[in-house]
Structure formats: C-alpha cells, structure tokens
C-alpha cells in the first residue's frame, strides 16, 4: 500500500462512523447499498467493513432497524438515523469541521511560507 | 467497490451460509442470533448479486475474520452456553485430579503396603481437592479458548468463585443422599451421592457459564467506534 493511500485509508478509518450516519440521514438504506454509495462518493473501504460498523451502531442505539420486502430474495435490514445517531453526527460533523479547518490551516500556511522561499529563491 | 471477477470455491451463496454458520457456531453465538444474523447475510449476498457483485463485495477476502468480526460488533459471540463442551471439560478435570491421587493411594497402600498417617492423608485429600478445582477452571478456559470463545477467560474467572461453592454443595449433596440410607446400602447410595454430587458440580459450571455470557447491563453507548474498521 502507497503512503498515500495508505493515509486515506487512515483518515477514512476515523470518520467512517460519520460517513455512513451521514448516509442515513435522509432515508433508510441498507447494508450493501451503504457501500455502493459510499464508494460512488470516492469512498472505497474494504469489503466487510460495513457490517460490523452498522452493528457497532445499532448497539450504540444510533441507527434503528427495520424490515422490508425486496423484489427479488428475502427482506432487507434497512439501517435508519435514531435521535441519538442525529446528535452524534452532528457532534461529529462540528468536529471534522473543526479538526479539517485547523490541518488545512496549518498546511496551507506551510505551503506558501514554502512557495515564498522558492521566489526568493 | 470492487467486484472480483474470479470465482473461488465456495462461492455459492448457500457455501457462505454454511461457512457462517460453522463460525459463529465455533464463537459461540446463540442458535437464535445465528438464525438471525443468517438471514441478514443472506439478503446482502442476494442484494449484491442483483446489483452484479459477489460475496466478497459483502464479506471481503477474509471472510472468516469479517463473519467473526461482525459476531463481535454485534456482541452476539460467546453468549451460548455450551455446556456440551464445557461440562465434560470440567468433570474431566475433576476425575484426572482425583483418579491421580487415587491411583497413587493404591500404589502406596496396596502394592507397596504403606500405612500413610492421617495428617498426610489429611493433607492428600486436601490437595487433589484444590488440585481438581484448578483442572476444571483451566480445561473449561481451554475448551473454549481452543474454540474460539470470546468470553473464555471471563467464564474461567466466574468457574473461580463458583467452583468451591459447588464442590461444598456437591460434597453436602452426597453426605445428604448416603444420609436418606442411613449410610447403609453402598451398592445404592454410593453410586447415588456420585450421581448428586455430578449434578450439583454440573450445575455451579453451567451458572458460571450463565453468568460469563450475560450481556452487561449499563454498558456505556459507544460514539468513536470506527477505530476498528479494517479498511
């Protein structure tokens, strides 16, 4: 794995409890559904890291459960936000907004000290 | 996501049920929650070969860790009871330190003719008591480590108090039953206070089981719990 990826992954890692409250927030979706919409948001996590954080979440009593027919095979376990998933992801979303605000103010700050050395230069 | 397009064996979706089944079995999750947590993989797997994936879109390469991962996350391991696996376990450990010193009692008594005196004997009885107790604790928590079992060592702790309470009331229960003949009739009560006295040790282990499996009432909800994502 490349530094670089390796980085997103990381990062991922750490706000992917955010990323997947932050799908549900609007409907229900299901598990594998999760998945493909995060990865259509640039969001690739291994296969199998869905599950266990959408049971991590149900037993937090962040996300309630329903079920529901499909049209094809045997109902699906749709995944909703609770009261207290909203309050988490708001929680969490003033922190990412925090944390991100406070690194790309410190890189951004390195980065054109660094671009006015180079014109000096 | 990605789809892999190789096929491996077992890929059918009936194979991971199979696969599923043996490991949540072996981490010990309640045949209910088995059921359960089946008929949610099942509809996954169907959800992604509509959409043209495969289980490893659902599972990932290393299915049996994500299958054991998902028993975890959703504290459904290690709650069966077991007692199947367990029960022997502690009994054997039990007749292993009991037929030992049995054994050697017969050797010096019998064979060698040795008239051991009573603080030694005192001291022998004593011992394989203790030494019995420590052999079922430790070949329960091997039984079950050896399977997988999450809450092996927390079962192992509980058999710690439970274990000497039982082993009084199995000895209590086995005076009580040779007490109902008077002490008389070997050939019916002895193998009767044997009987009892299995039944009461049987009974403290299965408690202890009970006991370990317990979901823990209070548990504080968890908000960072993405630091375990294998991504």
């Known amino acids: 794995m490349s530094p670089g990826v390796e980085r997103r992954s990381l990062i991922l890692r750490g706000v992917l409890d955010l990323c997947v409250l932050s799908l549900l927030q609007d409907r229900p979706v299901y598990g594998y559904e999760i998945s493909q919409r995060l990865a259509e948001q640039g969001l690739t996590m291994a296969g199998g890291s869905t599950y266990p954080l959408l049971a991590r979440l149900e037993k937090g009593g962040l996300v309630s459960i329903q079920m529901l027919p499909s049209e094809s095979g045997p109902p699906r376990k749709y995944y909703s936000l609770t009261t207290g998933g909203r309050e988490a992801l708001e929680e969490g979303r003033m922190e990412w907004r925090s944390v991100s605000a406070a690194i790309s103010g410190l890189l951004e700050t390195n980065a054109s000290i660094q671009a006015q050395e180079a014109l000096h230069d | ?231």
């Open chain 2, 1 to 231: 996501m990605t789809s892999s397009v190789e096929h491996r064996p077992g890929d059918s979706r009936f194979d991971v049920l199979d696969q599923a089944e043996r490991i949540w079995r072996q981490v010990g999750v309640r045949r209910g929650d088995r059921r359960s947590m089946a008929a949610d993989l099942d509809a996954e797997i169907v959800a992604a070969q509509d959409d043209g994936g495969d289980v490893d879109d659902v599972l990932g390469g290393d299915r049996a860790a994500t299958l054991r991962e998902w028993a975890d996350a959703s504290d459904t391991s290690g709650r069966a009871l077991r007692l199947p696996l367990i029960l022997p376990a502690a009994l054997a450990g039990v007749l292993v330190a009991f037929g030992t010193v049995l054994l050697l009692l017969i050797w010096a008594t019998v064979t060698r003719n040795v008239e051991l005196p009573e603080p030694i004997l005192l001291t022998l009885y004593g011992t394989s008591a203790v030494i019995a107790l420590v052999l079922a604790d430790v070949a329960v928590w091997l039984v079950l480590r050896h399977n997988g079992d999450p809450r092996a060592t927390r079962t192992a702790r509980c058999l710690v108090g439970t274990l000497p309470v039982g082993a009084l009331a199995a000895t209590g229960a086995g005076v009580g039953v040779a007490a109902l003949f008077h002490f008389d009739h070997p050939e019916v009560s002895f193998p009767l206070c044997v009987v009892a006295a299995l039944v009461v040790m049987s009974g403290a282990v299965a408690l202890s089981r009970y006991w370990a499996t317990r979901r823990r009432a209070g548990k504080p909800k968890s908000v960072n719990i993405s630091g375990q994502i294998p991504m």
